[in-house]
C-alpha cells in the first residue's frame, strides 16, 4: 500500500518560519476538539476498542519519535526522568512525577498533573488517556530498549483529580490490540 502519512518530525514544521505572527502557542481547546472529535468519529466507524487501541499505538509511535527528538540519548534512569519532567512542563504537557520505580525497571509508576487530554473535562466512569499511556510506553521502550506495557488507574475522566500510568515490562503493541484487557485496565 503507498502511504500518505508515514509519520516523520519535520511533519510538525518550521514554526518560527510559518508562523511569525502567532508563534508555536495555540489554546489547548483546539487541541481538544481534534482529539474529541476524532474519537468520535473513529468510534462510530471502528468501535470503542479499536479506537482506543489506535490512540494507544499513536501514543506509542508517538513517545519514540518524542523521546528520539526532545529528550536526546542518555543512559542513565534519572537524567531521564529529570529531563523528561522539564521538557513536559516547559511545554505545557504535564506535571509528572515518579511514584514508584522497581529496582530491575521492570515496573514503574508515573503521576501527571495537569494532564493536557482530560485534566477539568467531566467525569465520565472510565478512563481516557490512551494516547497518554501509549506515550509512556513509546518513551520506556525508547531508553530502556523492550516494551512495556501501560495502564491508567487513576484519570480525571474517573474523578481524580490527576492521572496515573502503571507500567510494566510486557509484549508492546500486539498485546494490546489483542488483550482488551490492557487497554480497558
Ligand atoms: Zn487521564
Same mark, same amino acid.
Given at each position: 500500500?503507498?502511504?500518505? !502519512?508515514?509519520?516523520?518530525?519535520?511533519? /510538525?514544521?518550521?514554526?518560527?518560519?510559518?508562523? +511569525?505572527?502567532? %508563534?508555536? !502557542?495555540?489554546?489547548?481547546?483546539?487541541?481538544?476538539?481534534?482529539?474529541?472529535?476524532?474519537?468520535?468519529?473513529?468510534?462510530?466507524?471502528?468501535?470503542?476498542?479499536?479506537?482506543?487501541?489506535?490512540?494507544?499505538?499513536?501514543?506509542?509511535?508517538?513517545?519514540?519519535?518524542?523521546?528520539?527528538?526532545?529528550?536526546?540519548?542518555?543512559?542513565?534512569?534519572?537524567?531521564? /526522568?529529570?529531563? /523528561?519532567?522539564?521538557?513536559?512542563?516547559?511545554?505545557?504537557?504535564?506535571?509528572?512525577?515518579?511514584?514508584?520505580?522497581?529496582?530491575?525497571?521492570?515496573?514503574?509508576?508515573?503521576?501527571?498533573?495537569?494532564?493536557?487530554?482530560?485534566? %477539568?473535562? +467531566?467525569?465520565?466512569?472510565?478512563?481516557?488517556? !490512551?494516547?497518554?499511556?501509549?506515550?509512556?510506553?513509546?518513551?520506556?521502550?525508547?531508553?530502556?530498549?523492550? +516494551?512495556?506495557?501501560?495502564?491508567?488507574?487513576?484519570?480525571?475522566?474517573?474523578?481524580?483529580?490527576?492521572?496515573?500510568?502503571?507500567?510494566?515490562? %510486557?509484549?508492546?503493541?500486539?498485546?494490546?490490540?489483542?488483550?482488551?484487557?490492557?487497554?480497558?485496565?
Amino acid at each position: 500500500m503507498e502511504r500518505r !502519512y508515514p509519520f516523520s518530525w519535520e511533519l /510538525l514544521g518550521g514554526l518560527n518560519e510559518g508562523r +511569525p505572527t502567532l %508563534g508555536r !502557542y495555540a489554546r489547548l481547546e483546539a487541541y481538544r476538539l481534534m482529539q474529541y472529535t476524532m474519537r468520535d468519529v473513529l468510534e462510530e466507524r471502528l468501535g470503542t476498542q479499536q479506537t482506543e487501541g489506535l490512540f494507544y499505538q499513536a501514543g506509542q509511535l508517538a513517545g519514540k519519535e518524542f523521546y528520539q527528538h526532545m529528550i536526546g540519548e542518555t543512559h542513565e534512569g534519572q537524567w531521564l /526522568l529529570r529531563r /523528561l519532567q522539564q521538557v513536559l512542563r516547559e511545554m505545557g504537557l504535564g506535571l509528572l512525577r515518579l511514584e514508584e520505580a522497581a529496582p530491575d525497571n521492570s515496573r514503574f509508576v508515573f503521576v501527571l498533573k495537569e494532564d493536557l487530554d482530560c485534566s %477539568g473535562g +467531566p467525569t465520565k466512569g472510565y478512563s481516557s488517556c !490512551y494516547f497518554d499511556a501509549g506515550v509512556f510506553s513509546g518513551v520506556l521502550e525508547a531508553f530502556f530498549q523492550q +516494551p512495556y506495557d501501560v495502564v491508567e488507574t487513576e484519570c480525571w475522566s474517573l474523578g481524580d483529580e490527576r492521572c496515573r500510568f502503571e507500567a510494566k515490562v %510486557g509484549q508492546g503493541l500486539g498485546q494490546a490490540f489483542c488483550d482488551s484487557s490492557l487497554v480497558h485496565g
